[in-house]
């Protein structure tokens, strides 16, 4: 099983939805976790709330700091660190242990539209949809027969479409 991290600022949205989303269509072959570099300390209630609407078990969720996942004693062995906010890809990171693949999968952050709550509910389910389609593409990836320079090109694409 391949372990993955999704990086924003204050994880509570984005990389919150991307954690989730991993973990139902990696279908087992890929673990996600999330974390950023000044977490919010709670998941967005607009995120839990769609979360929840898809039947996604939201128990567990919250809002981490990625030195969690950062070198060090008690550190996971992480092959892909993604980013999804244009902040979190802007700041330096710590070292990850295990040299992951990574890239960057940056989407307008939802928790910042300003509007009714409906229209927010439709900025998060827009958020989700993107990194439905990008997850998707990224879990049919030929792993086995790619390379780690083949596999980074790879989820650099993914990123920009």
Not at 84 to 96: G, L
Request: charged share 20%; net charge neutral; with cysteine.
């Amino acid at each position: 099983m391949k372990s993955i991290l999704f990086l924003c600022t204050g994880n509570s949205a984005r990389s919150i939805l991307a954690e989730c989303l991993m973990n139902r269509l990696g279908q087992g072959r890929f673990h996600a976790m999330s974390a950023g570099s000044l977490p919010a300390g709670q998941v967005n209630p607009f995120a839990r709330e769609l979360l929840d609407s898809l039947e996604y078990d939201t128990s567990g969720l919250r809002s981490k700091n990625w030195n969690e996942f950062a070198a060090g004693a008690d550190a996971a062995n992480i092959d892909f660190v993604f980013t999804v906010c244009d902040s979190a890809a802007a700041e330096s990171c710590p070292v990850w242990p295990g040299e992951p693949v990574t890239a960057h999968w940056g989407l307008p952050d939802p928790a910042a539209v300003t509007g009714s709550d409906a229209e927010k509910r439709v900025a998060f389910l827009n958020t989700y949809k993107a990194l439905a389609r990008r997850i998707e593409a990224f879990v049919n990836l030929p792993m086995d027969s790619l390379d780690r320079l083949a596999l980074r090109r790879a989820t650099a694409r993914i990123g920009k479409s």
